[in-house]
C-alpha cells in the first residue's frame, strides 16, 4: 500500500498544487518523512511474508530459515532506538529536573537515586 502511493506521489502532489481541498487534507512533509521511515523500517519484514507466501504450504524449515533473520533485524533496530534514547535523555533530564522542582505536587519524588535529589536540592 504505502509503495503504491510512493508511485502515485508525483501525481499527488501535483493534484495537491492545484487543489485547495485536496491541498488541505495532503500529507505534510513530516508525514511524507515518516512513511518513508515506516517503508525502511518494514521492508525487511515484507520481503519475509512474500517470500513465504510464495510458497503454497510453508515448512518449518522455510520458517526456521526467516525467522534469525527477522529476529536480527529486530535487534538492529531496538539497538538503534536505545542509542538514540541514550542520546537525547540527557537533554531531557536537564531541562525537566527544574520544571519537576517547580511543581508543588512532584517536587523531589520525581527524582529516582539520591544523587539526583542531592542535585536537585542544590538547585533549591
Not at 493534484?15 to 513530516?30: E, G, H, I, M, S
Not at 526467516?66 to 535487534?75: G, K, Q, R, S, V
Request: charged share 25%; with cysteine.
Amino acid at each position: 500500500m504505502l509503495e503504491k502511493w510512493k508511485r502515485m506521489e508525483p501525481a499527488l502532489n501535483l493534484l495537491a498544487a492545484d487543489n485547495p481541498n485536496v491541498r488541505q487534507r495532503y500529507l505534510t512533509d513530516f508525514d511524507c518523512i515518516n512513511i518513508d521511515d515506516t517503508m525502511v523500517l518494514l521492508s525487511p519484514i515484507e520481503r519475509v511474508i512474500r517470500f513465504l507466501s510464495a510458497f503454497s504450504y510453508p515448512t518449518h524449515g522455510d520458517i526456521r530459515v526467516c525467522f534469525p533473520t527477522i529476529h536480527a533485524y529486530f535487534l538492529i533496530v531496538t539497538d538503534a532506538i536505545y542509542q538514540k534514547l541514550s542520546n537525547h535523555w540527557p537533554i531531557m533530564s536537564e531541562s525537566s529536573q527544574l520544571s519537576s522542582l517547580l511543581d508543588p505536587r512532584v517536587k523531589f519524588s520525581a527524582f529516582e537515586n539520591e544523587i539526583e535529589r542531592t542535585n536537585a536540592k542544590i538547585w533549591r
